[in-house]
């Protein structure tokens, strides 16, 4: 049997590549998303009582990985998580590889506000454009598991870069987007086995292409441009 979901809404997020976008939602808290409910779901008795909750757990599709699937590429019992250096495999199952067999992913995210019939949220880890199945309140009595184990993420959740920017080149962001740059590039949007000083990175994000390079444990910031709608 087949089941078919439809996403309830799209978030938009600053991030229009891949590259940049937190590993984990919660790591960079400054970045702030706003979810767009489609036509049929907007109505605002769906989100009556939604603000007396402080997080959302969301539910969405890595939709590049779901366009990969439809294009004939498949799933893969084991996967190479890039925090091991790319060269180490785990099963699927034991990872949040986007290459899973139906190619969903959770997030939760804090919940900001309730803006008419958008929800406004912090956190978030996910593409611009995104589709949203399903929205739910988290509940910290249950969800929230302090003494868990977390296998290989437990080595590197307390790493973060320092970061050198020019204050000139960090105001041509927006005042509200500065923050959240800043939080990208503490968390290190590298490829984990890439570790070259000379070689210069372009992050794409609130509408500005970012250009930094990585010397040991501080991103540097060389230029930021911003882009022009076509």
């Not at 049997?1 to 940049?20: H, L, N, S």
């Not at 290459?99 to 929800?119: F, K, Q, T």
């Amino acid at each position: 049997m087949e089941y078919v979901i439809r996403p309830i809404a799209t978030i938009r997020t600053d991030f229009p590549d891949k590259f940049g976008i937190p590993r984990q939602s919660g790591l960079v808290k400054e970045l702030t998303a706003r979810i767009v409910l489609e036509p049929e779901y907007r109505d605002p008795h769906a989100l009556t009582g939604l603000t007396e909750y402080s997080h959302l757990w969301l539910i969405w599709q890595f939709s590049t990985v779901a366009q990969e699937y439809a294009a004939g590429r498949k799933w893969r019992p084991t996967v190479r998580p890039p925090r091991l250096g790319g060269n180490v495999r785990r099963g699927v199952f034991a990872t949040r590889s986007p290459y899973r067999p139906n190619a969903l992913g959770l997030s939760c995210v804090e919940l900001v506000g309730v803006d008419g019939c958008d929800i406004l949220v912090r956190g978030a880890d996910l593409l611009d454009g995104t589709p949203i199945f399903d929205i739910k309140p988290y509940l910290p009595y249950v969800d929230a598991h302090p003494q868990a184990r977390g296998s290989f993420s437990d080595l590197t959740a307390d790493y973060a870069l320092q970061v050198q920017c020019d204050p000139a080149l960090l105001e041509k962001l927006p005042a509200e987007k500065r923050a959240g740059l800043l939080g990208v590039l503490r968390s290190d949007p590298r490829p984990a086995y890439q570790h070259d000083p000379d070689r210069v990175y372009k992050l794409t994000f609130g509408g500005a292409e970012v250009s930094f390079r990585v010397v040991e444990d501080t991103a540097i910031v060389e230029d930021v441009e911003l882009r022009v709608e076509s």
